[in-house]
T-cell receptor, first 119, second 109 residues
Framework: GAVVSQHPSRVICKSGTSVKIECRSL??????MFWYRQFPKQSLMLMATSNEGSKATYEQGVEKDKFLINHASLTLSTLTVTSAHPEDSSFYIC???????????????FGPGTRLTVL | GQNIDQPTEMTATEGAIVQINCTYQ??????LFWYQQHAGEAPTFLSYNVLDGLEEKGRFSSFLSRSKGYSYLLLKELQMKDSASYLCAVSDSNYQLIWGAGTKLIIKP
């Protein structure tokens, strides 16, 4: 159980275009979804936290007008990178969180990630 | 400020045992997670500790001492497939995960 999917797994786009990444919890309803970015050989960097039906909370330094997050339902969140530039090339990972029966308050289940390359 | 420290890189031999340490200073504590991440892939859950002591799960064990702000992940009977980065993350008072930078574990034959 607790499977999270991400689509697409890999995308290459031209500078200035927008890219949408979908994150879905397949077999559970996620209380919260998280978006991370990871540059090569670095750890995960939290970009934003989103709860269904409310605005996302962005981390300091993350431009909310550039990284648009929509959390329309308990099973779907989308991240849109607007006017992408080469420096936005990175590995984007989403995760979904729910109170588990075992009592873990916020175990996060990760999607497989999306490799974005902006030319 | 909040801080998670773990070694950047470790090397071990196939079949041996390795211990990866993690120390933390956070505002509040609601548990500590260990995740495994292979290159180019998303992290996968390994263990969760919220009480002091050792949690054993097959070849992997995780230990926590809340008074010392310290945890370790113990990997036994190392296999080549265990080569990966191991991430320590602490859930703070707001249930937000604070991530360590990860420890890259290299297994040699």
């Amino acid at each position: 159980g607790a499977v999270v999917s991400q689509h697409p797994s890999r995308v290459i786009c031209k500078s200035g275009t927008s890219v949408k990444i979908e994150c879905r919890s397949l077999d559970f309803q996620a209380t919260t979804m998280f978006w991370y970015r990871q540059f090569p050989k670095q750890s995960l960097m939290l970009m934003a936290t989103s709860n269904e039906g409310s605005k996302a909370t962005y981390e300091q330094g993350v431009e909310k007008d550039k990284f648009l997050i929509n959390h329309a339902s308990l099973t779907l969140s989308t991240l849109t990178v607007t006017s992408a530039h080469p420096e936005d090339s990175s590995f984007y990972i989403c995760s979904a969180s729910v109170l588990s029966p075992s009592g873990k308050p916020n175990e996060q289940f990760f999607g497989p990630g999306t490799r974005l390359t902006v030319l | 400020g909040q801080n998670i420290d773990q070694p950047t890189e470790m090397t071990a031999t196939e079949g041996a045992i390795v211990q990866i340490n993690c120390t933390y200073q956070t505002s509040g504590f609601n548990g500590l997670f260990w995740y495994q991440q292979h290159a180019g892939e998303a992290p996968t859950f390994l263990s969760y500790n919220v009480l002091d002591g050792l949690e054993e799960k097959g070849r992997f064990s995780s230990f926590l001492s809340r008074s010392k702000g310290y945890s370790y992940l113990l990997l036994k009977e190392l296999q080549m497939k265990d080569s990966a980065s191991y991430l320590c993350a602490v859930s703070d008072s707001n249930y937000q995960l604070i991530w360590g930078a990860g420890t890259k574990l290299i297994i040699k034959p």
